[in-house]
């Protein structure tokens, strides 16, 4: 039975790029794109660009009031209500990196941050370096086959010591949810900060950080139907103080003078710089958009495509698929095949997956892979996409066979 | 400029190509044809950094040219490396600064297939062999 997305056609560059004989299946990198998006970056281009906080000019005013109104929309999004703050960063690295600086202060040598063996890069190595300027410890918590932090393991590994956690919601390799409300009890009942990492998770249904009630939460614009270049942190009103000035200049300043200087308390005071302003109004209108859907309808659409997408791998012979992934996305690899050659031939074919090591090195590198395959899914994906993808690969195998 | 036999051979049996299928046989027949390296010889040391994967290089001189000899674990990738060895082969370490990786590439109607990760690759493997012909 045919798999339809009812909103396909809400996104143009779905069309132009089947004209082009493209298959898209690399969601989990970057998603295509609503009209509404594409619309509201038209309106603020051709109707009066202008800066944010500064200006009292006319242009000035409306540019801030969507800006502003978009930091509304993020928190709606998030069900964030009034218990904390919507900081707009560059991008979730870039958030991430912000915690990791804004933080350092609150570590002293001996401390331990804890992390887990499945993080993206972004999510690792700001994390990593802090521990190195600090002399902390780096504490990674085990996954299981499955591909899910291991619970028992963390209940041992977060210890009094334990300084911060920091995890992802949605693995981006092995498509699997983490526990993340018993490993973010684990870290509150040792007095631990926690920060999530979001940006795959953000993407698959709706999270609300006041039930997680994690310190942090970070997720980037553009995995969510968004404009790059845009990160959003949300961090709770208790855990902001905390949060000290990392990058300087712009209107994050309260009063300055030549050997001294105060700032703005969360949000301004961590926007430093002009904003991505474009792409601030831009997410706004991404989640109006998305807010308008039937949660449900979506959900269920995802959740159908992706179960046809793990059954039609696990059908075949010789395909391994890591861990048992929940949504979103499917990583496998073929036994007797590199991946980059499956790679080469699906790309020949039009079918734009991703393969290599997915900015995860160490979490393949203890998979003992070089790399592997990922297709991964968006709302607009429909089961032509993955008839499209397993014609390609059957072609491809036996051409490598 | 004339080029080495092998690099006409390679251009006469990849020019009248059509279609990916075609095109990814002869790729990997002409990755099969390169000599197997051991265990031993996929060192660090003729390890090639910055390909996607792993790509194996050595050289040598004689009589003024040189030779190289490389491997990969991908089989596509090795047969792009055998066309790259097809066209640099025999070259003295003056000829080889002037060879240009992509326009070769072009010539062969690779051009589109290479993604610019993969010429990033191709190009390490060339700057490699650069770096041996200067030591």
Known sequence: MPLFSPWRADFPAIAALQRQGQTYLDNAATTQKPQALVDALSHYYTNGAANVHRAQHLPGAHATQAFEDSRLKAAH??????????????????????????????????DEIVISALEHHANLLPWQQLA???NLKLVVLPIDAQGVIDIEAAATLINPRTRLLAVSQLSNVLGTWQPLQRLLALAKAQGAMTVVDGSQGVVHGRHDVQALGCDFYVFSSHKLYGPEGLGVLYGRNDALPCLTHWQYGGEMVLTADYQHAKFRPAPL??????????????????????????????????????????????????????????????????EGVHNADLAHLLTEQGIAVRAGHHCAMPLLKSLGLP??????????????????????????????? | MSLPEPAKIALDAFGGLKGWEQ???????????????????????????GCESKVWLTGEISNGVWQFRASSDARLIRGLVALLLARVNGLSAEALQGIDLPEWFNQLGLGRQLSSSRSNGLNAVLQKMRQLTQA
């Open chain 1, 269 to 334: 005071g961590f926007e430093a710089g002009t904003p991505p302003i474009a792409s601030v109004i831009g997410l706004g209108a991404t989640l109006d958009y998305l807010d308008s859907l039937d949660q449900h309808a979506v959900a269920e659409h995802e959740h159908a495509l992706h179960r046809r997408l793990l059954e039609g791998l696990q059908q075949r012979d010789g395909i391994q698929v890591l861990g048992s992934p929940d949504v979103a996305l499917v990583s496998f690899v073929v």
């Open chain 1, 132 to 134: 190195q300027r600090r």
């Open chain 1, 77 to 110: 999004w998030l069900n964030a209500g009034d218990s904390g703050q919507i900081i707009f960063t560059h991008g979730a690295t870039s958030a991430l990196n912000l915690l990791a600086y804004g933080l350092e202060h609150e570590c002293t040598a001996g």
């Open chain 1, 371 to 401: 790399g592997a395959i990922r297709a991964s899914l968006a709302l607009y994906n429909d089961s032509d996409d993955l008839i499209n993808f397993f014609a390609a690969l059957d072609q491809s195998l036996e051409l490598l066979g």
């Open chain 2, 23 to 49: 095109r990814a046989r002869l790729l990997m027949q002409w990755g099969d044809q390169l000599s197997a390296f051991s265990e031993s010889e996929k060192s660090d040391e003729h390890l090639v950094h």
